[in-house]
């Protein structure tokens, strides 16, 4: 890793904390905060790529785990790694790491469609792949119970993968990262 | 710097080394949830909340950790009750509130500072793996000190959006506050490298 990459991986843990702190969006229809934090791991795997994606999110787990108030809400230290949801936030390195991964395998030709894709892969899919289970094992609930109960979440998430995906196809045509445009492989 | 969850406080659990407290609440964690025990788990909640006591926290310290698990171990609790035993159900709550409490406390009683370095000195061996522990401190105090200015950048950025008629939106907002932080990555590396 290069000191660039080791910059790159800080400052989007940085962008994680600033998107923590960005007043949740109430939907009445589902009543379901919509936090913008969620999208800091399709933002960070489909910028940066895979690892430093990956590294990113661990490093930002790692800055909540030692007592920085910096999840949405305020919320921080080591009691969120021991509620039942902690699956959510351990789930987002992967998250990162599967967006990052699709990104780059569709790096040429990337669009919204395929970006978008990559983000809800990752960022969704991926995710409560992680989380759900998670819930029903510490929870000591069947795996159905603990989807259902995730479930009010999924349309704000999708909302969320398609401005990231739209920010991934943006920021790439302006600064791409992942592989130059231009010249060198 | 941004403020941590730590309280300040001189209690015998303050003064009690970063490294200590996190092997004791492992310990405490495994044990709590390798042994299905009423018993236990209700002195465990009670050793826990007796430690709180002696840290000098009250009754409003306790209830703003377990604020935000409350709806979900609620919801986790219907769910046993209908689909196990009411004892399976009072179990769960008291293994949650024991954990979560145990894990808040070291938090609250132990400064961001002391923790990166319990951290530091616990990844040390495994550099013989490969491992550059110098880089992984790198990031983490990096990351400390960008936190406060990536929200300055955001706030400039939506400044100048509100100046020109603009409605920030999220995605007008997120896509130049990236680009800028991509900017800025190559000149920090240069310091960085040119003062090594």
């Known amino acids: 890793m290069s000191t660039r990459d080791i910059v790159l991986v800080a400052l989007f843990a940085a962008l994680m904390a600033a998107l923590g702190a960005f007043p949740p969006l109430m939907i009445p229809a589902i009543a379901v905060p919509i936090t913008a934090q969620s999208m800091g791991p399709m933002l960070a795997g489909g910028i940066l790529g895979a690892k430093r994606g990956a590294l990113s999110m661990l490093l930002f787990v790692l800055l909540v785990a030692v007592g920085l108030p910096l999840l949405s809400g305020g919320r921080g230290g080591l009691g969120v790694f021991a509620g039942p949801t902690a699956g959510f936030i351990f789930g987002w390195i992967a998250a990162a790491a599967v967006t990052g991964l699709l990104v780059e395998r569709f790096w040429r030709g990337l669009n919204f469609v395929t970006a978008f894709l990559a983000a809800s892969l990752g960022g969704i899919v991926v995710l409560y792949g992680i989380g759900i289970p998670w819930i029903s094992l510490v929870g000591g609930v069947p795996l159905a119970t603990a989807a259902t109960g995730s479930a009010a979440f999924i349309p704000g998430d999708l909302i969320k993968a398609g401005l990231a995906a739209a920010a991934i196809v943006m920021v790439k045509r302006a600064y791409p990262m992942i592989r130059p445009a231009h010249g060198r492989p | ?196």
């Not at chain 2, 009423?38 to 009670?46: C, F, M, Q, V, W």
């Not at chain 2, 609790?77 to 979560?100: D, H």
């Not at chain 2, 409605?167 to 130049?176: I, M, N, Q």
């Open chain 2, 1 to 196: 710097m941004i403020g941590g969850l730590y309280r300040a406080g001189d209690s015998r659990l303050h003064r009690a080394g970063a490294g200590i407290k996190l092997a004791a609440l492992l310990f405490f964690g495994t044990l709590l949830l390798a042994v299905s025990s009423l018993p236990l788990a209700a002195i465990g909640l009670l050793a826990v909340l007796a430690l709180h006591a002696l840290a000098g926290f009250g009754p409003r310290v306790l209830w703003a950790q377990l604020r935000p698990i409350a709806v979900v171990v609620a919801v986790l609790v219907l769910a046993q009750l209908w689909l196990a035993t009411p004892s399976e159900a009072v179990l769960l709550v008291l293994r949650f509130a024991a954990l979560v409490l145990a894990a808040g406390l070291v938090t609250l009683t132990t400064r961001t500072s002391d923790l990166v370095a319990a951290i530091e000195r616990g990844l040390s061996p495994l550099a013989r793996l490969g491992l550059d522990v110098g880089k992984v401190s790198l990031a983490i105090s990096l990351a400390i000190r960008f936190i406060p200015a990536v929200g300055q950048i955001a706030s400039e950025v939506r400044e100048a959006q509100l100046a020109r008629g603009r409605r920030p939106s999220p995605l007008t907002l997120v896509v130049p506050v990236i680009v800028r932080l991509l900017k800025m990555a190559d000149e920090i590396a240069d310091a960085i490298d040119a003062r090594s």
